[in-house]
């Protein structure tokens, strides 16, 4: 622990006034404490319990905005697709769709989740490295915009599938640019050494092919660079060698009609800087805007990031030497981001009184019983005690959907704030929910 605090103190992290302060969507009141919008959490806490999810939907309909704005204000006239492994909700779905959004899949399971929530198929994209025969089919079935492939024997597949069916599939070449997004390894998606989409140098051959094989149709080119991306400079130096691309099989007679931009658009966890939508539709209209291309982009954490926290009770706090750990209801099997990314995420008190408190150096953790289970190290908090609320801030990308049951714990509420009010989007799952579908062999009863 004091090791650990006297690194906290060589980069003091922001105090939690200047964490609400950054976040408009979140203001506290002497009384009600910590509001998302108009509503108490802690009227949400009393009414579901904890640890629960809990999403602001003007916050996600005013970021779709801020992106679809700068995006024609750029004059690129992009279709915005949602990637839905940020958050799979079929609210959340159901609020993009209704904004314009379609949606970036990378499944079966998420393109029927799509089509459930009203996106309509001429929206959805199906990216993915490991895209299954059963996967490949359904895509096909369902007539979907376009299917992202990302290897020759991808290619393959899907021809020989569109032959059985009769069908013709829309197709576009996920493009390795072999370019480092500068974020953390386990994210990065676009350099020579990771396993998505199809070498640069290979690339203009495998188009060619793609061109004279039966059932497929290709129409344009994709990338994806990573993912939490904060600079700028990746987004330039991929989005040129796709437009380098794009002059090169034009200039070969084939037919180049679109480019899926990709996302990875970064948040601010911490008080770090991050690009706005307009940086990266600069980015995008810089290398891409003379091409006559119908463009899209894959926006996931930073529309629904920002949206949502886990909404937590502090089980107790437990005094060591040189500092404190505070235990809370939440843990890694709820969000596991620190746990796998050693990810940042702010934390404070739901109580106005304690959140004013001085603040000392403590370990937030979680009841599993893993030593990774653990959300933050040497946080400068207040003072809080048993029962008290705290909420671990941009939870709403990549925390529910990830979530386990990992320790025999059900899963977490989900709530949607919208209009001020609340609904519960999903319930508190039930212990017995845990095992109804568990059988037990003949042999042991």
């Not at 400079?233 to 990709?262: H, M, N, Q, S």
Request: aromatic share 6%; hydrophobic share 50%; proline share 6%.
């Amino acid at each position: 622990m004091a090791a650990s605090a006297a690194l906290a103190f060589e980069s003091p992290d922001p105090t939690v006034a200047e964490l609400i302060a950054a976040r408009p969507w979140l203001s506290m009141h002497a009384m009600d404490g910590l509001i998302l919008d108009d509503v108490p959490l802690n009227r949400i806490a009393d009414a579901v319990g904890t640890p629960t999810w809990v999403y602001s939907a003007a916050t996600m309909r005013a970021r779709y905005h801020a992106l679809a704005t700068a995006l024609t204000d750029a004059k690129l006239g992009a279709q915005v697709h949602y990637a839905i492994k940020a958050n799979d909700h079929l609210a959340v779905l159901r609020l993009f769709a209704r904004a314009g959004a379609g949606a970036d899949v990378v499944s079966e399971g998420e393109l029927l989740r799509a089509r459930a929530a009203g996106i309509p198929a001429d929206r959805i994209v199906f990216s993915g490295v490991g895209k299954s025969l059963r996967e490949l089919r359904l895509a096909l079935t369902e007539d979907i915009a376009q299917i992202n492939v990302e290897s020759a024997e991808e290619l393959d597949m899907l021809s020989a599938v569109a032959v059985e069916l009769g069908r013709t599939a829309r197709v576009a070449l996920r493009i390795n640019p072999d370019v480092d997004a500068g974020t953390h390894a386990k994210i990065s998606t676009g350099r020579a050494q990771d396993k998505f989409g199809i070498p640069y140098a290979q690339a203009a051959a495998l188009y060619a092919r793609a061109a004279t094989m039966p059932g497929i149709n290709p129409v344009g080119l994709a990338l994806h660079i990573g993912s939490q991306i904060l600079s700028m400079a990746p987004y330039r130096a991929a989005y040129g060698r796709i437009a380098e691309l794009v002059r090169t099989l034009r200039g070969d007679g084939f037919t180049v009609e679109t480019v899926d931009c990709g996302g990875g658009l970064g948040i601010p966890y911490r008080d770090e800087p991050a690009p706005s939508p307009t940086a990266l539709a600069g980015a995008i209209a810089g290398a891409l805007h003379n091409l006559d291309l119908r463009l899209t982009v894959e926006p996931g954490r930073w529309l629904v990031g920002p949206a949502g926290l886990l909404l937590t009770t502090v089980i107790l706090v437990k005094a060591v030497e040189g500092g404190r750990f505070i235990v809370l209801d939440a843990a890694m099997n709820d969000l596991i981001r620190p746990a796998m990314y050693d990810a940042w995420h702010g934390i404070v008190p739901v109580s106005a009184a304690e959140a004013v408190g001085a603040a000392s150096p403590a370990d937030v953790v979680g009841p599993v019983c893993e030593s990774g289970d653990t959300f933050a190290r040497a946080r400068m908090l207040p003072a809080v005690a048993a029962n008290s609320r705290m909420a671990i801030l941009d939870a709403g990308a990549y925390g529910s959907v990830m979530s386990s049951v990992y320790n025999a714990r059900p899963l977490a509420a989900e709530v949607m704030v919208d209009g001020g009010a609340f609904t519960v989007i999903r319930p508190r799952q039930a212990h017995a929910a845990l095992w109804e579908h568990e059988h037990i062999p003949k042999s042991l009863e």
